[in-house]
């Protein structure tokens, strides 16, 4: 990525695009109309930008050049702390989007940042970008835990190590130094083999009380298809409430 030269104390300034041009890249891939959407719900546009997306992925992931593509799922999601309104953002996978349209992603609920967050204020956002289709996708609305049963169906499909370490890891707390120059990263490996030994054998482990799914019920989506000359087309789906009907808007660049 070509850079301008440096300006006064800025490490680095206008990116630019590839090579010697150091103007940004365009956005020509793509359009979208109000024609392309359904009006009554954004989640058939999702589905089909998700699958054209995997699909995107995957080409990209076979080809010689494809080393480190991001999959189709991965999103940003959001949260922010009532009463000081920090906001914290992290990088998630999507697994699952229901018929009632609800995204659900699967974390630690009870020690992580996130949990902290949610539960002085239950709304959250997620963000997909798909840079091979110059799109996104922004979601916002009211996050629950799903019920145990349906975090333990979805548990259950995870390697045996990621279930092991679902149980091991206290998510965001500080991990303490030990002696020998070790960074506390031996106190996290003793808290696998801990939950080793407790599970030695089995297979059948079960879904930990502070670790699920959490399920984000939108009362608002936007659409954006990237446009040359940063004329992008922004389209946005609102509503009042979780079982309400849903307005759609284009959206200003």
Request: a neutral charge; one cysteine or more; glycine letters at 10%.
């Amino acid at each position: 990525m070509a850079l301008h030269p440096p300006q006064g104390d800025k490490l680095i300034f206008a990116p630019g695009g590839n090579g010697n041009d150091t103007q940004a890249a365009q956005f020509t891939l793509g359009t979208l109309s109000r024609a392309d959407l359904d009006s009554s719900s954004p989640i058939p546009q999702f589905h089909a930008w998700f699958s054209a997306a995997q699909d995107a992925t995957l080409k990209l992931s076979s080809s010689s050049s494809g080393g480190g593509v991001a999959p189709a799922e991965t999103c940003t999601l959001s949260t922010a702390e009532l009463p000081s309104g920090r906001v914290s953002s992290r990088m998630v996978y999507l697994k699952e989007l229901d018929a009632r349209g609800g995204f659900v992603v699967y974390s630690n609920l009870g020690t992580s940042r996130k949990a902290s967050d949610l539960a002085t204020n239950p709304h959250a956002a997620l963000c997909f970008h798909w840079p091979a289709l110059q799109r996104q996708v922004r979601v916002e609305g009211g996050a629950a835990r799903v019920p145990r049963g349906e975090s333990q169906a979805y548990f259950d499909t995870r390697a045996r190590g990621s279930r092991i370490g679902a149980w091991s890891s206290r998510q965001s707390a500080v991990l303490e130094p030990t002696t020998g120059g070790d960074d506390g990263r031996a106190q996290l490996e003793g808290w696998v083999g801990e939950t080793e030994r407790r599970f030695e054998g089995r297979e059948d482990i079960p879904v930990p009380e502070f670790w699920g799914g959490l399920r984000i019920v939108p009362t608002r989506v936007e659409f954006w298809q990237g446009r040359d000359s940063r004329l992008h087309d922004r389209f946005v789906y609102e509503r009042e409430r979780e079982d309400g009907e849903w307005t759609l808007n284009r959206l200003s660049p």
